[in-house]
């Protein structure tokens, strides 16, 4: 998966950057429903899924983010002060669970059955959901959810006009010219 390795070398830059500077972890994104927790937190998500569910891939690459990730996740939160927390929202209850299973069967992964490969994601999940919900109480972020119950739109493609197509439907006519 060659997008775990973008995202293993962006969470060592974000643990460097923010450790250095950790007045960095304070600034928000312009939009409401973007900040960097929420990013460390989908690569988590993303790794721990292919960690434990998902079948006939080498877990490596996804083992090595998990751990750099993982690795800002906590020294993030013991820079800024923010202990873990024991007690949160559950952001992947069972019937999401297998809302999840069903779209990645969807678009062609071979997954994991039974209750073996879900105690291993719920594992996976405890290493380090207590650090990324103490670090959105500490910094009121809002955590992602773990799996959207619809599609949404991004944010480029809002306006107070109209609500810009799917980035599938953007592609360019072909003209033939093989040059380009």
Not at 29 to 52: K, M, P, R, Y
């Amino acid at each position: 998966m060659p997008f775990l390795a973008e995202w293993e070398r962006w969470s060592a830059e974000l643990l460097e950057s923010h450790l250095s500077f950790p007045m960095l972890s304070f600034y928000r994104s312009q939009h409401d429903n973007q900040s960097w927790l929420s990013s460390l937190t989908a690569v988590l998500d993303t790794c721990a899924v292919f960690i434990a569910l998902v079948k006939d891939h080498n877990p490596f690459q996804a083992q090595l983010t998990f751990a750099i990730s993982r690795h800002a996740a906590v020294d993030l939160s013991l820079v800024l002060k923010c202990p873990p927390l024991t007690e949160y929202h559950n952001r992947l209850p069972a019937e999401r669970l297998q809302h999840l299973r069903e779209a990645l069967q969807g678009v062609g992964f071979v997954l994991q059955e039974g209750h073996l490969a879900d105690a291993k994601l719920a594992e996976l999940r405890s290493m380090y959901e207590p650090f990324v919900n103490g670090l959105s109480k500490r910094l009121l972020f809002n955590l992602p959810p773990f799996v959207h119950e619809r599609n949404i739109a991004d944010n480029w493609q809002r306006s107070a006009l109209k609500r810009a197509p799917e980035l599938s439907s953007l592609a360019a006519p072909s003209t033939g010219d093989t040059h380009f």
